[in-house]
């Protein structure tokens, strides 16, 4: 099945700098990718839609300008955490949807595991 | 808030037996279910769907069933397995349910007594 790749699988930090999580598609292109955030023993809480070559479209109380999103190709998405404090210290997970579309069909990443100190 | 809750947060059972994951939805619009298997520390993964003008759909050891008179969603997973332990989450689809279009319940963890 296709495989979403999510880099670092775990980044600890110090407050105050920035991290960088990458969301690759390997064997599909993915129009559409999208940012989760969970809390432990939570679901998945939707953070952002990315859209490849236009604006990440943030779903309500996410603050943009801390979670950057960029979709730059077809098969990458990024999400950077500006300045992250204690409190963003989370699992982020993105999920990607086909160029074909369709109801639900979203590969997961594994995964990424941030610790800000 | 969320339209999709399980039953139960924690369901233990015995290596062999039979689980039964439950899951309630209220948006009678969704239009299409799937269950995610989420191990400790890792993404989703997708273990079965069902779309709504099914009742049934069978998988490799595992079963789903769906009664949209009760908005009712089960997981039925045979002979588990310890490598079955993880938390289960359903989801529904459906037009604005957000922008990937999923709704997620908030997981059941299946623990496997040996």
């Known amino acids: 099945g296709a495989v979403v790749s999510q880099h670092p699988s775990r980044v600890i930090c110090k407050s105050g700098t920035s991290v960088k999580i990458e969301c690759r598609s390997l064997?599909?292109?993915?129009?559409?990718m999208f940012w989760y955030r969970q809390f432990p023993k939570k679901s998945l809480m939707l953070m952002a839609t990315s859209n490849e070559g236009s604006k990440a479209t943030y779903e309500q109380g996410v603050e943009k300008d801390k979670f950057l999103i960029n979709h730059a190709s077809l098969t990458l998405s990024t999400l950077t955490v500006t300045s992250a404090h204690p409190e963003d210290s989370s699992f982020y997970i993105c999920s990607a949807r086909g160029t074909s579309g369709g109801t639900g069909e979203l590969f997961f990443g594994e995964g990424s595991r941030l610790t800000v100190l | 808030g969320e339209s999709v809750g399980l039953h139960l947060p924690t369901l233990s059972v015995q290596e062999g037996d039979n689980s039964i994951i439950n899951c309630a939805y209220s948006?009678?619009?969704?239009?299409?279910f799937i269950w995610y298997k989420q191990e400790s520390g890792k993404g989703p993964q997708f273990i079965i769907d069902?779309?709504?003008?099914?009742d049934k759909r069978q998988g490799q050891r595992v079963t789903v069933l769906l009664n949209k008179t009760v908005k009712h969603l089960s997981l039925q997973i045979a002979a588990t397995q310890p490598g079955d332990s993880a938390v289960y989450f359903c989801?529904?689809?459906?037009?604005?349910?957000?922008?990937?279009?999923?709704?997620f319940g908030k997981g059941t963890h299946l623990i496997i007594q040996p």
């Open positions: 064997d599909f292109q993915a129009t559409t």
């Open positions: 989801a529904e689809w459906a037009l604005g349910g957000g922008a990937d279009g999923l709704t």
């Open positions: 948006n009678s619009a969704s239009d299409y």
């Open positions: 069902i779309r709504s003008n099914m």
